[in-house]
């Protein structure tokens, strides 16, 4: 799984950064995770608001940070293969 947060380096950037990495300690799920902060990078992922979190691709959350808890939840979907909502 490949796991990318989106975010210019502002302090809720960084915090999604660290909710996330706390949900894939806790899940135990095998991903990547990469943060990206080029706004151009950021870009062409389609995103306009930061925080955002992809997971393979797909847009599973943006202008908002989730918590620990529910990056977990939104991991165990994608990895059971589940449709993100």
Do not use: F, W
């Amino acid at each position: 799984m490949r796991i990318e947060v989106l975010g210019t380096g502002c302090m809720k950037c960084r915090k999604q950064y660290d909710e996330v990495m706390k949900a894939v300690q806790a899940t135990g799920v095998d991903a990547d995770v990469v943060k990206i902060e080029k706004i151009d990078e950021i870009m062409k992922r389609g995103v306009m608001l930061t925080p955002s979190l992809l997971i393979d691709g797909a847009v599973v959350s943006s202008g908002r940070v989730l918590s620990a808890k529910d990056c977990a939840a939104v991991l165990s979907r994608s990895r059971d293969g589940e449709p993100h909502a």
